[in-house]
């Protein structure tokens, strides 16, 4: 499976953005979508698993949870917006973490690009950045990566600066 991840798009899907992903076969977002009209937009190009984020509507939250669980290709995903990462957990997060055991923790909300491995846990933390205009981060990014018989491969990063 070909995933591409993204977060704290804050009402941004462009066209940068959608050419990144046109090999993907899923689009994950770790929250903040901005808007209903950009989750949808972001539905109607690839199938979309996603969380909603802080910043997010009752109108987002009411098709998009706090966090989801789920398998692909052999591989444990959790996925939930605050999320930190090893030894800086948000106290909901780490529950999460502690009850669901994933292989891949996905979260955003930081705006800052980051792939970790935890060792404590057993698990590959990923926090694609931001990929919208909202916020103080200069670069905008995202992530694609094959997931392949319980294993993570060929990561990719798209950097975009942020226009002023």
């Known amino acids: 499976m070909y995933i591409g991840l993204l977060s704290d798009t804050h009402g941004t899907f462009d066209n940068p953005f959608q050419n990144f992903f046109e090999p993907v076969d899923e689009i994950w977002h770790a929250g903040d979508f901005g808007n ?29 949870p706090a966090f989801l669980s789920f398998d692909c290709e052999g591989m444990k995903v959790l996925m939930t917006h605050i999320g930190g990462y090893p030894g800086k957990y948000d106290r909901r997060a780490l529950q999460l973490i502690l009850e669901y055991r994933p292989d891949i923790f996905v979260c955003g909300h930081s705006h800052i690009l980051r792939v970790m491995n935890d060792a404590k846990h057993n698990m590959m933390v990923i926090n694609p950045g931001a990929a919208g205009v909202y916020g103080f981060h200069t670069v905008r990014t995202a992530l694609r990566f094959h997931i392949d018989n319980g294993r993570i491969h060929d990561m990719e990063v798209f950097e975009l600066p942020k226009k002023r």
């Open 36 to 64: 209903l009209v950009t989750a949808e937009k972001i539905a109607s190009f690839k199938p979309l698993k996603g969380v909603h984020g802080n910043c997010d509507g009752q109108d987002l939250r009411f098709d998009y």
